[in-house]
């Protein structure tokens, strides 16, 4: 019996500890801030939610991230406001196949719309890009839907140039080249494929009017006008006015309520750490989140957000 117990008690020594379970994070192109902020949430999980850790996901960002929410094959997802919004009430793009389970954890930032071109490229305006190359984003991603909009809303179609379905870092090379003429960001500033390209050739941010920012807004209410800061790439000389959407971090209303609650807790009690890795992270805010998500908020997110006292309005409640 003594040998039986000795043997047990020895099993028991050298079980492996139980291993965390891993999430995943559906971000979007290495050249954009989801990769770089889904891998500081990745540490921020890892480090503060315990029994989980997790990874981060390249994709397509907004418009895949939000179908690998409803189908499970991601936990968590970043995504333009505008993409969520049109997946949670299916319109839009999503017309036909609505995402109504879709839940907001917070808007972590917002994503400045950015045209860019090479400074002697004769573009200065939305109206220069008819007849010419222009990349419009990675296909079905946010800054293709939000380029979409702003165009359409503002007289302008594919059929008024040749657009181009590019990454971030495809459309930095390409301008580079000389193979486009110019390219659509929708990402928050400073981005990195931007900041290299602007390392290597003059640059110029096109900005636009404030009509043009009427007209894009009617069309889609999540937008909001955003000032582009002097100096913010090499080359920029001044500030430029544009449009920014925010962006949402989402999961499915079946998590667990309370590992919402964890990771919403952590990513706003350690937030310092995100700001290390993007300086993006300096709008992860209570008062951002509760100002520009079009969505409710997971139970957990909002067990959260009332604890510390937020305004949660009543279209964010569940």
């Given at each position: 019996?003594?040998?039986?117990?000795?043997?047990?008690?020895?099993?028991?020594?050298?079980?492996?500890?139980?291993?965390?379970?891993?999430?995943?994070?559906?971000?979007?192109?290495?050249?954009?801030?989801?990769?770089?902020?889904?891998?500081?949430?990745?540490?921020?999980?890892?480090?503060?939610?315990?029994?989980?850790?997790?990874?981060?996901?390249?994709?397509?960002?907004?418009?895949?991230?939000?179908?690998?929410?409803?189908?499970?094959?991601?936990?968590?997802?970043?995504?333009?406001?505008?993409?969520?919004?049109?997946?949670?009430?299916?319109?839009?793009?999503?017309?036909?196949?609505?995402?109504?389970?879709?839940r907001a954890l917070a808007s972590i930032y917002p994503n400045a719309v950015q045209l860019v071109t090479l400074a002697d490229s004769g573009i200065s305006s939305l109206e220069d890009l008819r007849g010419k190359r222009v990349s419009v984003g990675a296909p079905g991603s946010g800054t293709e839907l939000s380029a979409q909009i702003i165009l359409a809303a503002n007289g302008l179609s594919y059929d008024d140039f040749e657009p181009q379905r590019l990454n971030f870092n495809e459309t930095a090379d390409a301008i580079r080249d000389s193979d486009i003429v110019a390219g659509f960001w929708s990402v928050g500033p400073p981005t990195s494929s931007i900041m290299n390209l602007a390392a290597t050739r003059s640059i110029s941010v096109v900005g636009l009017t404030e009509d043009e920012i009427a007209k894009a807004r009617e069309a889609e209410p999540t937008f909001a006008?955003?000032?582009?800061?002097?100096?913010?790439?090499?080359?920029?000389?001044?500030?430029?006015?544009?449009?920014?959407?925010?962006?949402?971090?989402?999961?499915?209303?079946?998590?667990?309520?309370?590992?919402?609650?964890?990771?919403?807790?952590?990513?706003?009690?350690?937030?310092?750490?995100?700001?290390a890795i993007h300086p993006a992270a300096n709008d992860t805010t209570i008062d951002f989140s509760v100002a520009s998500t079009p969505i409710p908020f997971h139970p957990g997110a909002l067990r959260y957000l009332e604890e510390v006292g937020a305004a949660v309005q009543d279209h964010q409640r569940p």
């Open positions: 019996m003594r040998h039986l117990l000795f043997a047990a008690a020895a099993a028991i020594a050298i079980a492996p500890a139980a291993q965390a379970q891993e999430l995943s994070i559906a971000t979007g192109g290495t050249g954009g801030v989801y990769y770089p902020y889904g891998g500081g949430l990745a540490e921020v999980i890892g480090k503060y939610v315990d029994g989980y850790s997790a990874s981060v996901e390249v994709t397509g960002a907004s418009v895949e991230n939000m179908a690998l929410i409803q189908r499970g094959d991601s936990d968590i997802a970043l995504a333009l406001a505008d993409t969520v919004y049109q997946a949670f009430t299916g319109t839009g793009a999503f017309d036909g196949r609505q995402i109504p389970e879709a006008p955003y000032t582009l800061r002097e100096g913010m790439y090499d080359g920029m000389g001044e500030a430029v006015l544009t449009i920014s959407t925010p962006n949402v971090l989402v999961v499915h209303a079946d998590m667990d309520e309370e590992l919402a609650y964890n990771i919403t807790k952590a990513m706003y009690e350690n937030v310092a750490e995100l700001i």
